[in-house]
């Protein structure tokens, strides 16, 4: 596997974000350069494919699903960003929007020999479809893992989260102490240790949140509600698969049908929740990596996995 690839930011404390085109603009001369996306990359093929996390998440929680689709596609070479704001790439900008987010992939996904294909975990999947409307020529196919174009109801969990992340204490003595802060509020032991993955030691020894919250609470409020049916009802869209799971919420019956009836290939995982790559990895590969995966050209399922109207 490659080093993970930075470059040196541009960040002062200010808060100002990095970019790869020399100094910043004054301003009112224009938008912010793009910020340069932490990543790092699996396999060497020629099929470049960008794997992109799900909100609060990082590039490295889908290392797994790239090992795996490699070991049964070794024409692939896989790019795990950290999105901008997430991880160890560059802080979102003030008022942060889902365009902000996908520019900046966009901003990578130059760096390669395209068109790519993009599969998006969650909010990932979002940032896909964003990136899709901007770029249609730069993006080869889309894949959603466990999301729909659809906004992000209210009653999403993901909101619930934001909140108790933005009460949380700023700061810890130990990750075990702020375990047990989310924990004694009643959060899944599997998404504490998720958003444990969001903390670093400070000089004095203490843990505090790498990731800026309001920020990301701001782009989290910003981008729920748009729509990006537009992404798929295109005449040449490059969404061609679906993947959710069947305890999950956030691929709707509705939202199956109306994909489907686009040409988008929907599959769904029986007993898995939204964390596919995590609960069903197997299962996941297998869809990904059979007849159709990724290409929208059908094929038989694998097994665990039914097509909608199959």
């Given at each position: 596997m490659a080093a993970p690839h930075t470059r040196p930011s541009a960040a002062g404390s200010d808060g100002a974000r990095a970019s790869g085109q020399g100094a910043l603009p004054a301003q009112g001369e224009g938008p912010l350069p793009s910020a340069v996306l932490h990543h790092q990359e699996k396999g060497t093929g020629r099929r470049t494919t960008f794997l992109l996390h799900g909100f609060l998440g990082q590039g490295r929680n889908l290392l797994r699903l790239a090992t795996a689709w490699l070991a049964c596609d070794g024409t692939r070479r896989f790019v795990l960003p950290d999105l901008t704001?997430?991880?160890?790439?560059?802080?979102?900008?003030p008022q942060p929007t889902l365009e902000t987010v996908a520019r900046d992939l966009l901003a990578l996904v130059h760096g390669y020999e395209g068109p790519v294909e993009v599969v998006g975990h969650s909010f990932g999947g979002r940032v896909a479809l964003q990136a899709a409307l901007l770029e249609p020529e730069t993006i080869a196919a889309v894949t959603l893992l466990d999301i729909s174009p659809s906004p992000v109801p209210e009653h999403a969990r993901t909101h619930a989260l934001m909140r108790l992340l933005l009460e949380a204490p700023a700061s810890a003595p130990s990750k075990e102490a702020m375990r047990a802060w989310f924990l004694e509020r009643g959060l899944p032991r599997h998404l504490a240790e998720w958003l444990l993955m969001n903390l670093q030691r400070t000089a004095s020894g203490e843990l505090c949140w790498r990731i800026d919250r309001a920020r990301l609470d701001a782009l989290h409020r910003a981008s729920n509600p748009i729509d990006l049916w537009a992404a798929v009802e295109a005449p040449a869209s490059r969404v061609k698969l679906c993947v959710r799971g069947s305890k999950s919420p956030f691929v709707s019956?509705?939202?199956?049908?109306?994909?489907?009836?686009?040409g988008v290939r929907v599959v769904t995982l029986e007993g898995a929740g939204h964390f596919l790559h995590v609960e069903a990895l197997d299962a996941l590969v297998a869809v990904l990596c059979g007849p159709g995966g990724g290409d929208g050209d059908g094929g038989k399922e694998a097994p665990g996995a039914r097509a909608v109207g199959g």
């Open positions: 704001g997430h991880g160890h790439s560059p802080p979102l900008p019956d509705a939202d199956a049908r109306r994909l489907a009836a686009c």
